[in-house]
């Protein structure tokens, strides 16, 4: 029996067995001290400095093992046909809107300046050329910038590479900000929702429009796929 075997299954039996796994624990037991450390160094400059680290921690958590990224909502689709990260985004979005709205209701109920109103976003030719480099950008690197830092945690090089060049180009952004807003910017256009349809109104808008998208992911993958699980 063990002449007519293949060459195949001699060749599995002669193979080298694979070398164990080396433990983790004690490089997660190092991080964990290492973290804990710092939140009590923190804690003797600002106490909210320890909340906005835990805050970090979690959400770094969540984001590695939900795999939680908005290049793969974008790219998958096309690629695989699965939009299951793409009903994620939606999902997200939609939790955001109710809690952004809440705090901007407060602030205008209240008189007070309403949060971000000087950040609106301005629909230019700057917006597009942004959106096209940035698409482009995260699809090559393989990630967006949650993503990136999320493979950074996890000791990837691309993306520790891919990080690199983030903040080089977002320095060069912001640096060059001065001339886009000056000469392509100045005079476009800006647009808030609750200005236009009034609060109620830019919720069922932003609502609406989530839920059409929503639907249209769902028989995307459907189509692709076969099934939108």
């Known amino acids: 029996m063990g002449q007519n075997a293949s060459p195949a299954t001699k060749s599995a039996r002669t193979r080298a067995p694979r070398k164990p796994k080396k433990s983790q624990l004690p490089f997660a037991l190092l991080a964990t001290a290492l973290v804990i450390g710092f939140g009590f160094y923190l804690h003797h400059y600002n106490d909210k400095m320890v909340v906005y680290l835990l805050f970090g921690l979690a959400f770094g958590v969540i984001l590695q093992r939900s795999r939680f990224c908005f290049t ?16 994620a985004v939606l999902i997200a979005c939609s939790i955001a809107t109710i809690g952004f709205t809440a705090i901007k209701y407060a602030a205008f109920t209240g008189g007070n300046p309403i949060p971000g109103m000087d950040n609106v976003g301005q629909i230019s030719l700057a917006l597009v050329v942004g959106a096209v480099i940035f698409g482009i950008g995260m699809v090559i690197a393989g990630g967006c910038a949650s993503g990136t830092l999320m493979r950074v945690g996890e000791g990837f090089t691309m993306q520790m590479l891919a990080l690199l060049f983030f903040v080089i180009g977002s320095l060069w952004g912001a640096h060059d900000m001065g001339w886009w807003r000056a000469h392509v910017i100045k005079d476009a256009p800006s647009v808030f929702l609750p200005d236009v349809f009034g609060w109620l109104g830019a919720l069922l808008v932003q609502f ?19 099934s939108a699980e």
């Open 208 to 226: 609406l429009i989530i839920l059409l998208l929503y639907i249209a992911s769902v028989k995307w993958q459907e189509k692709k796929m076969g």
């Open 72 to 87: 793969a909502s974008m790219r998958d689709p096309w690629i695989t046909g699965s939009t299951s990260v793409t009903r």
